[in-house]
């Protein structure tokens, strides 16, 4: 596993530490790791533009002449893959506003070695059981192999109807069978009941408004008051903080 760190942060005291703080890690680790470091957003823009890949960010929210969510925002329109987004700050209200970039973590001030271990052991679990999460899929034509991240959501046809449909980001999938016993089989992944018959994925909630889930593909997806407090509360929680 190939692990490229891009830490932006206009603290020198904290750039200057990161070697200190990183290299034992990395020379005890068996995957490979490095890391760049930046004092300001522009400079760390434009490598990505010429083609400097990252696929884990560590920005100060409130870093001089920028917002650490914008620069966010604009990382994650130039990467293939969704990056990991880690956000130091110091102000627990950014929360809120951060949800539209999907933030990994957020980290508070002193950052110390055993913070930043914590994060990192936690991606190279993730990004493990992200590469066997697989699902297979009986349709009409033949049987159709679903990574569990790609499921944007899953939604029963009908309340008399035993199909399945499976919506990707660029594709439905539709199976036999019952959201119960999809809700059972993934139980240990993010998904949860937003409606009667619709289990949404969490990881790809963009926003909500209305009464309605903003896919991070621009799809929506209907939420009943009966699950909407225990969405928000989900949301909230698959963004592991380290706000103490």
Request: proline letters at 2%; aromatic letters at 12%.
């Amino acid at each position: 596993m190939y692990l490229n760190i891009a830490f932006c942060d206009d603290d020198s005291n904290f750039l200057s530490g990161i070697d200190a703080i990183l290299n034992p890690y990395i020379f005890n680790s068996v995957h490979e790791i490095s890391y760049d470091k930046y004092s300001d957003s522009t400079s760390l823009l434009n490598a990505i533009a010429n083609n400097k890949k990252y696929n884990i960010f560590i920005l100060d929210m409130e870093i001089a002449e920028s917002n650490g969510i914008d620069v966010a925002k604009q990382i994650t329109s130039q990467c293939e893959t969704e990056p990991y987004i880690i956000f130091i700050s110091n102000y627990p209200e950014y929360m809120q506003d951060s949800f539209s970039v999907h933030p990994f973590q957020y980290l508070k001030k002193p950052v110390t070695a055993e913070k930043i271990y914590c994060i990192l052991d936690e991606i190279i679990e993730k990004e493990k059981r992200h590469h066997v999460s697989y699902i297979m899929l009986d349709t009409k034509e033949s049987e159709k192999t679903v990574n569990v991240h790609d499921i944007f959501f899953i939604e029963s046809s009908g309340k008399k109807s035993s199909t399945i449909i499976f919506h990707l980001a660029k594709e439905q999938i539709a199976t036999k069978g019952t959201l119960s016993h999809w809700e059972d089989k993934l139980l240990s992944f993010a998904f949860c009941r937003c409606f009667k018959g619709i289990l949404v994925n969490i990881e790809h909630i963009h926003y909500i408004s209305d009464m309605k889930i903003i896919m991070s593909n621009g799809e929506e997806v209907p939420i009943s008051r009966k699950y909407f407090k225990n969405i928000k509360h989900e949301m909230i929680n698959n963004v592991t903080t380290f706000l103490h």
